[in-house]
Nanobody, 111 residues
Framework: VQMVESGGGLVQPGGSLRLSCVAS????????MKWVRQAPGKGFEWVSL????????DYSDSVKGRFTISRDNAKNTLYLQMNSLKPEDTALYYC?????WGRGTQVTVSA
């Protein structure tokens, strides 16, 4: 099982980023997926989830209305579109399912 996140970077407040997570080693379309983040010096925070078909999603209150989760089962890829980014969104972002995690991609929101 492998999941590789990408798309992070440095962005100004109000900016946008699109994270991707490419999965391999398991039947991606059979699993619901989540994005989780960890800010510097803090614990893990659940961000968003999506069901296998991609038609049911949920978000934490801190990102609702700004982030959009989606998936492409044909490409074994999970996405997180992040708009109106705030400094408090700065964190290492992970995709995860069950007990499997990627290594994360860093998002830094700073002027």
């Amino acid at each position: 099982v492998q999941m590789v996140e990408s798309g992070g970077g440095l962005v100004q407040p109000g900016g946008s980023l699109r994270l991707s997570c490419v999965a391999s080693g398991f039947i991606f379309s059979n699993y619901g997926m989540k994005w989780v983040r960890q800010a510097p010096g803090k614990g893990f925070e659940w961000v968003s989830l999506i069901n296998t078909a991609g038609d049911i999603t949920d978000y934490s209150d801190s990102v609702k209305g700004r982030f959009t989760i989606s998936r492409d089962n044909a490409k074994n890829t999970l996405y997180l579109q992040m708009n109106s980014l705030k400094p408090e969104d700065t964190a290492l972002y992970y995709c995860t399912t069950g007990g499997a995690w990627g290594r994360g991609t860093q998002v830094t929101v700073s002027a």
